[in-house]
């Protein structure tokens, strides 16, 4: 096994996860806030996603790799720190991949009675900013803006709801949530 | 015990993923009650093991908690669930709304309204509004799925051919963004309003096994009707400690001939207003 797929994950899990939760949830709680995280560093992608990796999934989350991330330095290293299995779109709690390669694909949406079996994924942005997108509804005080990969797609997912999936954006050290009921004018 | 001989905040790392991505979820679909599998707490299921469960998996070291029940700082309850985290996750505590980032309560919401960052998370004792009209789990998440909310209206409405008024006192319904019909936690009525809150506020059952969510901000409206619209009642008295008319008042017997006094349920509300009256 490669050095690489042994360094990289967190020093002190149980500590280190729960401050990275607290991020990722008020994210989650407040679409367009832009939150910190540190910690991980897993090979190919970012800081940020590698720890919402490390913080969110293991066995019980199968996860969808998109093609051009879907490396062996990155498989291993996912499952060494978390034992996900790695499955199609239609299969998975969690994806991770650029935006170009996520949209289009057949990933679970819930259902009526259990709206919350649906996937969340983990978007790799060239870049995260509170512009462009105007972003209404619960847990934005009045407005927010937020830098989205495809304002169309989203607008497509909010109509869903209460199903739907949701979203986790990720550059560098930084990341931002869409939740399925972010209205996006 | 010393704290390092638990891991973090008492449950293992598998158990609060679990429960953060169930967190994530009822964030995602506020109002909807999202399962989880509930894991046996060193605390019987009446203490709130669903709220410490939310809690223990959103706590951060540099935390500072406040645990209520009731809206006292000092019961017994409250008192053990702040201890647990003091040895489990090295938090500090505090009896004060304002200096507090998490606050786990027991049917209450504080009167000093929260501000952005801090998190309420609620023991819920049965978290399904639509329980006491339909026993069967299938038929009420058939009932939310199709937005059913038909019979809760008319019990609602029974109460007030019944009494003149609508009875429910606490845990009463409330709508979430138009969609989920969500119980607030048996709150009492005067807190609903409440509920739209700077906040974030988390909703776990212990024993139901069952996660929900309201993100800050969320329009949560009280169930009602146009010609008996909803009306957040308290006792039309004041505090007889402190004065506060706008305050949620318990009713206690103070003497051994019966007299009895109102004061404000919230204790850390009313002994802040009885230290700025001595000031
Ligand atoms: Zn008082």
């Known amino acids: 096994m490669q050095v690489s797929v042994l360094e990289g994950g967190f020093a002190d899990a149980p500590v280190q996860s729960a401050r990275a939760f607290r991020e990722i949830m008020t994210a989650m709680a407040q679409p367009g806030r832009i939150n910190t995280v540190d910690g991980a560093h897993a090979p190919g992608i970012s800081v940020a996603s590698s720890v919402a990796l490390l913080t969110l999934c293991d066995p019980d989350t199968p996860l969808?790799?998109?093609?051009?991330?879907?490396?062996?330095?990155?498989?291993?290293?996912?499952?060494?720190?978390?034992?996900?299995?790695?499955?199609?779109?239609?299969?998975?709690?969690?994806?991770?991949?650029?935006?170009?390669?996520?949209?289009?694909?057949?990933?679970?949406?819930?259902?009526?009675?259990?709206?919350?079996?649906?996937?969340?994924?983990?978007v790799e942005m060239p870049a995260l900013s509170a512009t462009g997108a105007t972003l209404r509804g619960p847990g934005i005080k009045d407005m927010a803006r937020l830098s989205l990969p495809d304002a169309d797609a989203m607008r497509d997912n909010t109509r869903l709801f209460p199903l739907g999936m949701d979203f986790i954006l990720t550059c560098g050290s930084q990341l931002a949530a869409m939740p399925r009921t972010t209205r996006i004018d | 015990m010393k704290m390092s001989d638990y891991n973090f905040a008492y449950l293992d790392e598998q158990t609060?993923?679990?429960?953060?991505?169930?967190?994530?979820?009822?964030?995602?679909?506020?109002?909807?009650?999202?399962?989880?599998?509930?894991?046996?707490?060193?605390?019987?299921?009446?203490?709130?093991?669903?709220?410490?469960?939310?809690?223990?998996?959103?706590?951060?070291?540099?935390?500072?908690?406040?645990?209520?029940?009731?809206?006292?700082?000092?019961?017994?309850?409250?008192?053990?669930?702040?201890?647990?985290?003091?040895k489990t996750a090295g938090v500090a505590v505090t009896e004060h709304t304002d200096q507090a980032n998490v606050i786990q309560t027991r049917h209450r919401i504080p009167e000093q309204d929260l501000t952005e960052g801090q998190i309420l998370v609620y023991q819920v004792p049965i978290p399904e509004p639509l329980r006491f009209l339909e026993p069967s789990e299938v038929e009420t998440r058939k009932m939310h799925s199709l937005e059913e909310y038909g019979l809760m209206h008319v019990k609602l409405y029974e109460d007030i051919a019944q009494h003149g008024a609508i009875a429910t006192a606490y845990a009463y319904p409330v709508r979430v963004e138009g969609r989920y019909v969500m119980d607030p936690s048996p709150i009492p009525k005067f807190d609903n309003p409440k509920l739209t809150m700077a906040g974030i506020q988390l909703f776990g059952a212990g024993r139901e096994q069952r996660i929900y969510a309201l993100p800050p901000y969320t329009d949560v409206v009280s169930l009602d009707f146009e010609d008996f619209p909803f009306e957040a009642s308290k006792a039309d008295h004041a505090c007889g400690l402190c004065g506060a008319i706008d305050s949620y008042l318990d009713e206690l017997i103070v003497d051994d001939q019966g007299a009895r006094m109102f004061m404000c349920s919230d204790t850390d509300y009313c002994a802040g207003r009885q230290e700025e009256t001595a000031a």
């Open chain 2, 16 to 86: 609060k993923r679990m429960i953060r991505r169930a967190i994530l979820k009822g964030l995602a679909i506020p109002g909807y009650q999202v399962p989880f599998a509930s894991r046996e707490m060193p605390m019987p299921y009446g203490w709130g093991t669903g709220g410490v469960q939310v809690s223990a998996a959103v706590m951060v070291p540099e935390d500072t908690l406040k645990v209520i029940d009731q809206g006292a700082d000092d019961t017994t309850n409250a008192v053990s669930i702040r201890r647990f985290f003091e």
């Open chain 1, 64 to 122: 969808y790799l998109a093609p051009s991330l879907d490396t062996a330095d990155l498989r291993n290293w996912i499952a060494f720190h978390t034992a996900a299995p790695l499955v199609t779109p239609d299969k998975a709690s969690f994806a991770l991949g650029a935006w170009s390669e996520l949209l289009g694909q057949d990933f679970p949406i819930g259902i009526p009675e259990y709206p919350d079996r649906s996937a969340t994924l983990i």
